[in-house]
């Protein structure tokens, strides 16, 4: 199911929480159910009210230029799943109240109304691989995010060209200098893979090449709303 889970999906019961939520959350009164999923998981997110997101639209226009179905190039964000039911570690940039940077932050803060999410579990790991990947992200709290690697892709993004060349080949036109949300999940999967280093999905890694990607279960781990309690 690439089209993941939508706001617009009932809630499949509830929870009660003793806990201090983001905002969004509160806000919304729905959380993620996250207790189907393992550290390492993928989370691809993507907003629904893309009128107001330019840099998502023009993210997706440029996967679609590089030869992605919609399905894989809707998903414009990319982040690893800690495995605690609430912690995801991503990059983050301009996203507001959070630094800029590799961040651990809630879950719940896209449980706003307004992201689409989906989940993906990488194929042919065991669980402590998988740990590993979750390891490997965290590992890198605290870098920067490369504002050059962003200005690379608005520019890709925005020519109308796309990230990749117009060979016919799809070769990268930009090359990855640094971390950015879908190369910090690579890194990570590579590091999990110890001894047995190599490049997963290319030299340019986008969040349409993980969505596409068959190193994951082709079956998608399930995600549903929970509405919170009112206490």
């Known amino acids: 199911m690439s089209d993941g889970l939508l706001p617009s999906a009932p809630p499949g019961g509830s929870i009660r929480i003793d806990r201090q939520l983001p905002l969004e959350a509160r806000t919304w009164g729905r959380v993620l159910d996250l207790s189907q999923l393992e550290a390492g998981d993928l989370i691809l997110t993507r907003s629904c009210e893309s009128a107001s997101d330019p840099i998502s639209i023009a993210i997706a226009r440029a996967q679609e230029k590089g030869g992605f179905d919609k399905r894989h190039a809707q998903w414009t964000h990319a982040a690893v799943y800690l495995g605690d039911d609430e912690h995801l570690c991503e990059a983050n940039f301009k996203n507001g109240g959070y630094p800029n940077g590799v961040i651990i932050r809630s879950a719940f803060g896209y449980c706003d109304g307004n992201h689409a999410i989906r989940a993906r579990r990488p194929a042919r790991m065991t669980a402590k691989q998988r740990l590993r990947i979750a390891i490997g992200a965290v590992s890198n709290v605290g870098k920067s995010y490369s504002i050059s690697q962003i200005k690379d892709f608005a520019m890709a993004a925005y020519s109308g060209k796309g990230f990749w060349d117009g060979t016919g080949k799809r070769g ?9 949300c879908s190369t910090l999940y690579q890194d990570a999967y590579n590091f999990a893979l110890q001894g ?36």
Not at 172 to 180: A, D, N, S, T
Not at 205 to 217: G, M, N, Q, R, V
């Open 172 to 180: 990268p036109r930009i090359k990855m200098r640094g971390l950015v």
């Open 196 to 231: 047995g280093y190599r490049i997963a999905w290319g030299i340019l890694c986008t969040p349409a090449h993980l969505s596409a990607s068959p190193d994951f279960e082709e079956n998608d781990p399930p995600l549903r709303w929970l509405e919170i309690a009112k206490t």
